[in-house]
């Protein structure tokens, strides 16, 4: 009943009482989400229709001989967060590559453009990816995921997450897991981790984690090695403050800046 009362909209209609009360920091955000009464939390089958649409497959080619060769050097995910194009994945996925596709699960590739964000520290990276076909068709807008608004603030051990990859290049695959911390520190990485138990396999670097809501609050990174279930993803967050506005680099130039740097 109480529940129930908190769904109540305001008679001018411009908020519902939990909303209100949670824009006026009454309320958390996580503590409303928890008990369902933000946002309807999806059922697993239902992220998978909704958002694996937005992921595809990253090859990279380590040099234009092995590009014209169709001879892959590396795979790895990434998912799209504008229509336009703009995409994200992990950095180490692109590190060394002078070219790059991205494949969707409808079969069709486009090239990788431009690099419009990365940051080696965090290993998280923003690309630009075209339009024009190089197999199948010409896209005007590609599926999208949202990013979670509070990026990894409203997530807590135990959550229900999500993780969309390619895992082992075998095509697109949807993991379940929970939580088990929001803030591991760990030694690559300038930011703590999200650590979860839903798997991640060589390939789904740079998938999406998502939250029951379907909204993208990390990037998939990759796991520990000696331990069982201990899956790691770079938070987010990085990304909402990021500037996404300029032109870029090509991927030889962000090759050619880190290995002079």
Do not use: W
């Amino acid at each position: 009943m109480a529940a129930d009362a908190l769904s109540f909209s305001y008679r001018d209609g411009s908020a519902t009482v939990i909303g209100r009360l949670v824009s006026q920091g009454t309320v958390s955000r996580a503590a409303a989400n928890a008990l369902g009464l933000l946002t309807p939390a999806l059922t697993a089958r239902q992220v998978a229709d909704r958002c694996a649409a937005a992921v595809f497959r990253l090859d990279t080619y380590e040099t234009e001989a092995y590009r014209d060769e169709g001879l892959v050097t590396g795979e790895a995910s990434g998912f799209f967060i504008t229509e336009d194009g703009l995409a994200i994945t992990n950095y180490h996925s692109i590190a060394d590559a002078v070219s790059a596709t991205a494949t969707l699960s409808t079969g069709d590739v486009y090239e990788v453009e431009r690099v419009i964000y990365y940051d080696p520290d965090i290993d998280i990276a923003v690309i630009r990816v075209s339009h024009a076909a190089l197999k199948g068709h010409d896209t005007s807008a590609f599926a999208t995921l949202d990013i979670a608004d509070s990026g990894t603030g409203d997530l807590r051990a135990g959550d229900t997450v999500y993780a969309i990859g390619n895992p082992l290049g075998l095509g697109l695959a949807v993991s379940s897991g929970i939580v088990s911390a929001t803030q591991r520190d760990v030694e690559r990485y300038a930011l703590p981790c999200v650590m979860s138990t839903a798997d991640i396999s060589e390939g789904s670097s740079g998938g999406a984690l998502l939250n029951v809501y379907g909204q993208a609050v990390a990037v998939t990174s990759g796991a520990y090695v000696y331990g069982n279930s201990m899956y790691l993803a770079v938070p987010i967050d990085p990304i909402l403050t990021a500037d996404l506005t300029g032109e870029g680099l090509t991927l030889p130039e962000v090759l050619e800046a880190e290995t002079v740097g």
